[in-house]
């Protein structure tokens, strides 16, 4: 958009991606269902951009509703993978990689006080009978009454006082 004054209200920045790209590095060109012409688009800080679900490569267009086929060939209109309500084009891709524990982190909206540092050590810990592996999530069925007693530390090669 341009910076809006008094004298003339804020308009879409226009483009085309092949012989007029935006002049914003952090802008994007993309096509404007709406108006039936490529603007220039840029993220908000303050709102998530949508995403489509694992597994695809999104092209942040969106689609659904009156726009079901809008979507360019290859691609499927799908469900964001952080807000349903909006719908975007989607293309298969199973080459795709989600780290861990970042995804996981992602996709629950965690926001960790403090992101650990991977030990030089492991140990292993069983609770209740319970030997966690390395990087092993449980569900919230499983942790049930599984702190009633302390656990039990073993295989652990290091400085003893870090316990």
């Given at each position: 958009m341009s910076i809006p004054t008094i004298s003339q209200p804020s308009h879409p920045v226009l483009c085309h991606p092949d012989y007029n790209p935006c002049q914003?590095?952090?802008s994007e060109c993309q096509f404007s269902f709406t108006s039936f012409q490529y603007v220039c688009c840029e993220d908000r800080n303050d709102v998530k951009a949508p995403e489509c679900p694992k597994s695809y490569n999104t092209l942040r267009t969106l689609c659904g509703g009156l726009r079901e086929a809008s979507c360019p060939r290859g691609y499927d209109c799908l469900p964001s993978r952080f807000e349903p309500n909006v719908r975007i084009c989607c293309?298969?891709?199973n080459t795709l990689v989600y780290p861990e524990p970042d995804?996981?982190?992602r996709d629950n909206f965690i926001v960790?006080?403090?992101l650990p540092n991977s030990p030089l050590t492991s140990a292993n810990l069983t609770f209740r009978g319970l030997t966690l592996e390395v990087g092993q999530l449980l569900?919230?069925?499983e942790t049930e009454n599984v702190l009633d007693e302390p656990p039990t530390i073993s295989?652990?090669?290091g400085d003893d006082?870090?316990?």
């Open positions: 914003k590095e952090s293309k298969p891709n995804t996981a982190f960790p006080e403090h569900s919230g069925l295989g652990f090669n006082s870090k316990l």
